[in-house]
């Protein structure tokens, strides 16, 4: 339990990520000046605009966030967000020539293998028609998970950000996840008239003259609601109000998306970015104004199950598993996925097979396999959707739309109101099947009570009351959004059921996949159900027939004792190395002071390793904040 409790610890601690410094460039004339701060203080460099080959411009797309202690040449060159500035320059300049009344709403046009939405080439994002566009600067403002982020100045004194998405799976699947994400925030701002940035320009692939996938929308001045969420906090009436605060406008924004009930499962895409047997159906019923009835349509699923980490499998492949869904068929949401992680991990095998790979690597392989044929064969049983023992079941399984980056981080607080950003891999599915925001969602032990819930809480060390503690708040920030959620939709509160979370847990834990051997974690909350399922098939909470109750699948001993046997292995092995919560990544700051230190140790093959007996000597500070 203790390990248990120590993995989803770390997994809710958010990692510190100190700035790495703010790379520009700025127009001088005919040049641009690369301007990147670090700890040494900034220097500025030169660049002619027509000089796309000048190393002196290099550092402006590397990434430089932090580094990884395996595979840190590769990771790094994944992150690269190489554009042209001068293909961007003149795109750019290009935009008065196309524009057309702001008020006429059109399908997104084609220019130069980019796309415009033409309703947003306003005087309030752009600057009037009438002045001549020029790019004043390019700045580097943030590089984030999946894509780095550019600040472009325009002469007209107008602001736009630049999105370029990192290199990390498939160009189908950055296509298609640029597609849906801005058919999402077109949706969200004509449809809902909820404060999202307005796109100007997409391009999903590198044939534009930008020269890679991007998004070109409107810069939100103000401040990260993060600011303001402080989860460990201890209790007191101002820290509730804190609280308050923060989860209140998120909380809010998820009931304004729940509004809309959508005939099927899938991803939100603009009409023509659909195949034709997709165009017929409308997204959902009692569309009055005639401008939006042809503008959205739904299409394949772009959550990021169905991409990450499937680059060995053809597209064609992925496209058999990635929808859309009939509404009718909302189990099949969830069979989809454990489909497409069989399938991969049976490639995978293949693949290591034709090489004759590493025996570990085989054994790895066919141990993730049995554990996806065992999700495949229970995940149509979890949940009963006619099930009378849930209430209100049929809302549960409605398509809705699902954000999964709800956070503070997403968040900005402008003189206008609060505005939401990121909606990459949204998606439409039951929403129970949904998770919460991961800024509140908790899957440790709850701890409601320390007086009462710990006994002899009060005589224990510090260090001891700490770990209780961090349970206790984790608790409190999730069951803050509970009431929150009850308060707005009273009618979907029965996701909060304990017993709803753990039929679950077997589904939610295979879109968690974030390291080879979290496969166990799979396993293991299909192992947890045994206990209870009688109880649950009686009730007729899963969807099995009561005539034949028996646990869907059969376990043996020897399997349940190796299976404990290497799970307590992995959470051993998570807890005692230094940041495999974060995969092995470590904030650029901190990299470099632990390499000074003797710390961090570069192998033979280019890869890092932790010297553990200097760690135990001298902790580094922080180590904790990043995992």
Same mark, same amino acid.
């Given at each position: 339990m203790l390990s248990r409790i120590a993995r989803n610890s770390l997994r809710g601690v958010p990692i510190s990520r100190n700035s790495a410094g703010i790379a520009r460039i700025t127009a001088v004339s005919r040049k641009y000046a690369s301007t990147?701060? @670090?700890? @040494?203080?900034?220097t500025e460099v030169f660049t002619k605009l027509s000089d796309s080959k000048d190393p002196k411009r290099t550092p402006f797309f590397q990434y430089s966030w932090g580094s990884w202690l395996k595979n840190d040449k590769l990771m790094k060159l994944q992150r690269e967000t190489v554009f042209s500035i001068e293909g961007l320059t003149s795109f750019l300049n290009d935009l008065n020539k196309v524009r057309v009344g702001s008020k006429e709403l059109t399908a997104p046009k084609e220019n130069k293998g980019a796309f415009l939405l033409q309703n947003n080439l306003t005087d309030e994002l752009i600057g009037?028609?009438?002045?001549? *566009?020029v790019v004043n600067s390019i700045a580097s403002i943030h590089e984030g998970k999946h894509h780095r982020i550019y600040k472009v100045t325009l002469s007209t004194g107008k602001e736009l950000v630049l999105r370029i998405p990192y290199k990390i799976d498939s160009k189908a699947a950055i296509a298609?996840?640029?597609?849906?994400e801005v058919a999402t925030l077109d949706f969200l701002n004509l449809k809902l008239n909820l404060s999202v940035p307005k796109v100007i320009s997409y391009g999903v692939d590198t044939e534009n003259e930008v020269g890679s996938p991007f998004i070109l929308q409107e810069f939100i001045e103000g401040d990260l609601l993060m600011k303001k969420w402080h989860p460990l906090d201890p209790d007191s009436k101002e820290t509730d109000e804190k609280l308050k605060q923060v989860i209140e406008p998120i909380a809010k924004f998820q009931d304004d998306i729940l509004n809309i009930k959508f005939n099927k499962f899938g991803s939100l895409y603009f009409y023509n970015d659909v195949a034709p047997t997709l165009q017929a159906e409308e997204p959902y019923n009692g569309? =009055?104004? #005639?401008? !939006? /009835?042809m503008r959205w349509r739904i299409g394949p699923s772009v959550e990021r199950q169905f991409s990450k980490?499937?680059?060995?499998?053809?597209?064609?492949?992925?496209d058999q598993y990635n929808g859309p869904w009939d509404a009718s068929n909302s189990l099949q949401v969830m069979e989809s996925v454990a489909d497409i992680e069989l399938e991969n991990a049976k490639n995978k095998l293949a693949i290591v097979d034709a090489d004759a790979g590493d025996v570990s690597d085989k054994q790895l392989l066919k141990d993730q396999i049995k554990t996806f044929e065992h999700l495949k064969t229970i995940t149509p049983k979890l949940l009963n959707p006619h099930s009378k023992s849930i209430k @209100?079941?049929?809302?549960?399984? #409605?398509?809705? !739309?699902? &954000?999964?980056?709800?956070?503070? !981080?997403? &968040?900005i607080e402008s003189k206008k109101g609060n505005y939401f950003i990121d909606f990459e891999s949204s998606t439409i599915k039951p929403f129970i099947l949904t998770s919460y925001p991961n800024f509140v969602s908790y899957h440790g032990a709850k701890v409601y009570n320390l007086e009462e819930d710990i006994p002899g809480f009060a005589e224990m060390e510090p260090a001891e009351k700490q770990q209780y503690e961090f349970m206790y708040y984790k608790t409190r920030n999730e069951r803050l959004w509970e009431v929150e959620l009850n308060k707005n939709r009273h009618d979907l509160i029965a996701v909060a059921s304990p017993h709803l979370?753990?039929?679950?847990?077997?589904?939610?834990?295979?879109?968690? !996949?974030?390291?080879p051997k979290d496969y166990l974690y799979v396993e293991g909350s299909i192992i947890q159900l045994q206990a209870?399922?009688?109880?649950?098939?009686?009730? =007729?909470? &899963? @969807?099995?027939?009561?005539? +034949?109750? #028996?646990?869907?699948?059969?376990?043996?001993?020897?399997? /349940? +004792?190796?299976?404990?046997?290497? *799970?307590s292995d992995y959470q051993m092995e998570t807890v005692s190395s230094p940041f495999s919560a974060t995969g092995g990544w470590i904030p650029q700051d901190m990299f470099e002071t632990l390499k000074k230190q003797g710390i961090i140790v570069e192998t033979s093959n280019g890869d890092y390793k932790i010297e553990t007996e200097k760690v135990l000597q001298n902790p580094p500070e922080g180590a904790e904040k990043a995992e």
């Open positions: 990147t701060s @670090n700890d @040494n203080g900034a009037s028609k009438s002045d001549k *566009l298609s996840r640029i597609k849906s569309e =009055e104004d #005639e401008k !939006l /009835l980490g499937k680059n060995k499998l053809s597209q064609k492949t992925i @209100n079941v049929e809302q549960l399984f #409605e398509p809705k !739309l699902f &954000v999964p980056d709800l956070d503070p !981080l997403n &968040v979370k753990v039929l679950k847990s077997p589904y939610l834990q295979a879109l968690d !996949l974030k390291t209870m399922w009688d109880a649950y098939v009686a009730n =007729e909470i &899963v @969807n099995q027939d009561q005539k +034949d109750p #028996e646990f869907p699948i059969k376990y043996d001993e020897e399997f /349940l +004792d190796k299976h404990q046997s290497d *799970l």
